[in-house]
C-alpha cells in the first residue's frame, strides 16, 4: 500500500514485533487494510517488505500512523507488560477522540489492567485488554483470543477477531470473556496451565533420559506416538520436533547445547500469587514455577553435586515397555489434574471478582491457536457443557473414569521416581493433590488444634456451632465458645 489518505485504514497496532507484525499481516491477507507503527525503522520497514502487495502500511510517526485511521479509531498495543503500556498509552491519548478505542493486547497483569480502563472510561475512551496466545505461528496463521472488559468496544472489533482467529469445527477461537480486566486474568491463567503442562514435559525428559536411559531417537519416536494418541497438543508436538533437531553441521540435538536455566516472564508466578490470595491450590503450577526459579541457581546447583555426588539414577525398570505404557498414563492423568487446578482457579476468580466466566466457551476457544490446545480441551468443554455449574472438573464422571483408568501407574510411576532420586515435583505434587482433593478428611484438624495451642486462634468442633480456644498445657479445662469467627479469611477484591 504505496499511498494511505487520511481515515482510510480500519485497524492500528502500536508494536512491530513478531507478534504485533504477524497479527497484521493476518489481518491483511483476509482484506482489512491495516496500519502499524513502531519506533524502530527497520522493524516498520519489515512489516512493508513482508506485507508487500497486501492492504498493510507501517508508520514511522505516531501523528501520522493515527491520522491513518477511520473513526471511531482503533488502536492494538502489542508491547511489554509494564509500564511501558502506560507510556504508549500517555503518547497516543492526546490524537484520539472521545469514542476511540484502545486495546491492550499484551500479557498485562489484570490488576493494571483494572486501573488503565477505570481511567480511560473517565476520558471518554474506550479500553480492553486482550489475551493473546499463539505465538509466532497463532498469531500469523490464526491466535485464541481473550478479550475482556468494555463489551461495546469488542462488539466494534468483532468482525475482525473472529476472521483472524484459528478456527475449530467452524467456531473461531476468540469470544468475549467477560467485564473488568478478565481477559487478561484468563491469559494469566492460561500461562500458568502452560508452565505446569511445560514442566511435566521436562519431568517426562528427565524419566526417559537419565531414568530409563532411552536413546535420543527413541524419546523422538515416543512423543511422535504420543502426539498421534491422546495426549496430542501443541507443546508434546513441538517437544518431539526438539528431539530431531540439529544444527547444520554438528551431529548431535541443539537440545544438549541449551543452558538448563529456564527463564520466565512473570505470568506463572502471578498466577500463583492470585491463587493463594483466592486460597485456591495450584500445586502443578507453583511447582513448576519454583522448578523455573531453582534452575537459575546453577553455582549452587554444581556445588551441590560436587557434596552429594553426581551418578546418574536410573530406574528400577523390569520391563521397559511396561514402564513407558505406564509413564504415558502418568502423564495423561498429571496433565488432567494441571487443567483442573487452572479452570478450578478461574471458578473461583469468577466468583470472587464478578467475571461470570463460561467455562467452557474459555475451553472452546483454547481447541485452537494456542500454546495450550490438545485433545483433551474437547473433554473440558464438553464437561462444562453439559454442567455449567461444575465447581471442579475433578467432579465431573467421564473426567473421573479417566482419573480412576490412569492413577495406579501414575502411582507406580512417581514411586519408582522417587526412590531412584529423580526429581518430579509436577508429577508427584499432581498426586498429592489428588489424593488430598479425595480425602474426606484431612488431618488439618491437627493444624487446627497447633494453632490455638501456640496462638489462641481458636478451632471449630464437628457437629457444634461457633468457634471454641482450649487451655492445651498445664491441668486441662473445658473448651469455650468464643461466639464469634476469628481470623475468618475471605477472598480479596482487585
Not at 431 to 451: T, V
Request: a negative charge; proline letters at 4%.
Amino acid at each position: 500500500m504505496d499511498s494511505v489518505q487520511e481515515n482510510q485504514l480500519t485497524f492500528g497496532m502500536i508494536g512491530l514485533g513478531t507478534m504485533g507484525r504477524n497479527l497484521l499481516l493476518n489481518m491483511a491477507e483476509h482484506g482489512f487494510a491495516v496500519a502499524g507503527y513502531d519506533k524502530d525503522p527497520e522493524k516498520v520497514r519489515l512489516l512493508g517488505e513482508e506485507g508487500k502487495g497486501s492492504p498493510v502500511k507501517g508508520f514511522e510517526t505516531l501523528e501520522a500512523f493515527i491520522q491513518s485511521l477511520k473513526s471511531p479509531k482503533v488502536v492494538m498495543m502489542l508491547v511489554p507488560a509494564g509500564k511501558i503500556v502506560d507510556s504508549v498509552i500517555a503518547d497516543v491519548k492526546p490524537l484520539l477522540s472521545q469514542g476511540d478505542i484502545i486495546i491492550d493486547g499484551g500479557n498485562s497483569h489484570f490488576t493494571d489492567t483494572i486501573l488503565r480502563d477505570t481511567q480511560l472510561a473517565k476520558e471518554g475512551l474506550h479500553f480492553f485488554g486482550m489475551g493473546i496466545s499463539g505465538g509466532e505461528e497463532g498469531a500469523r496463521k490464526g491466535p485464541s483470543m481473550m478479550p475482556g472488559g468494555d463489551k461495546a468496544a469488542y462488539e466494534f472489533v468483532k468482525p475482525v477477531l473472529d476472521t483472524i482467529a484459528a478456527q475449530v469445527d467452524g467456531a473461531p477461537c476468540v469470544t468475549y470473556i467477560g467485564p473488568g480486566a478478565s481477559g487478561h486474568f484468563v491469559k494469566m491463567v492460561h500461562n500458568g496451565i502452560e508452565y505446569g503442562i511445560m514442566q511435566l514435559i521436562a519431568e517426562t525428559y528427565e524419566l526417559l533420559s537419565k531414568g530409563v536411559q532411552l536413546p535420543e531417537n527413541e524419546i523422538y519416536d515416543l512423543f511422535k506416538k504420543w502426539n498421534e494418541g491422546r495426549l496430542q497438543s501443541f507443546l508434546i508436538e513441538i517437544t518431539r520436533d526438539i528431539f530431531s533437531f540439529k544444527e547444520p553441521g554438528t551431529d548431535h540435538l541443539l537440545l544438549h547445547d541449551i543452558k538448563d536455566q529456564a527463564r520466565a516472564k512473570g505470568t506463572g508466578k502471578w498466577t500463583s500469587q492470585v491463587a493463594y490470595d483466592l486460597e485456591t491450590p495450584i500445586t502443578a503450577i507453583d511447582s513448576a514455577v519454583s522448578m523455573r526459579d531453582l534452575s537459575k541457581y546453577k553455582p549452587l546447583r554444581t556445588q551441590a553435586a560436587s557434596i552429594y555426588g553426581t551418578t546418574l539414577p536410573r530406574l528400577n525398570i523390569i520391563n521397559k515397555e511396561d514402564f513407558l505404557t505406564n509413564l504415558e498414563q502418568a502423564f495423561y492423568f498429571s496433565m488432567i489434574v494441571t487443567y483442573s487446578q487452572g479452570m478450578h482457579l478461574l471458578y473461583q476468580a469468577s466468583k470472587a471478582y464478578n467475571y461470570d466466566l463460561r467455562l467452557q466457551e474459555i475451553a472452546k476457544i483454547w481447541r485452537g491457536g494456542c500454546i495450550i490446545r490438545s485433545r483433551f480441551l474437547n473433554d473440558i468443554f464438553n464437561a462444562y457443557q453439559s454442567n455449567q455449574d461444575l465447581q471442579h472438573l475433578l467432579l465431573d464422571e467421564q473426567i473421573a473414569a479417566q482419573v480412576v483408568e490412569t492413577l495406579q501407574a501414575t502411582r507406580i510411576v512417581v514411586a519408582g521416581a522417587i526412590t531412584s532420586g529423580l526429581a518430579i515435583p509436577a508429577y508427584a505434587a499432581s498426586l498429592s493433590y489428588f489424593d488430598a482433593f479425595r480425602s474426606e478428611r484431612m488431618p488439618s484438624n491437627l493444624i487446627q488444634a497447633q494453632r490455638d495451642y501456640f496462638g489462641a486462634h481458636t478451632y471449630e468442633l464437628i457437629g457444634k456451632e461457633g468457634f471454641f480456644h482450649s487451655h492445651w498445657s498445664g491441668d486441662p479445662v473445658t473448651a469455650l465458645s468464643t461466639g464469634e469467627p476469628v481470623n475468618k479469611p475471605t477472598a480479596p477484591k482487585p
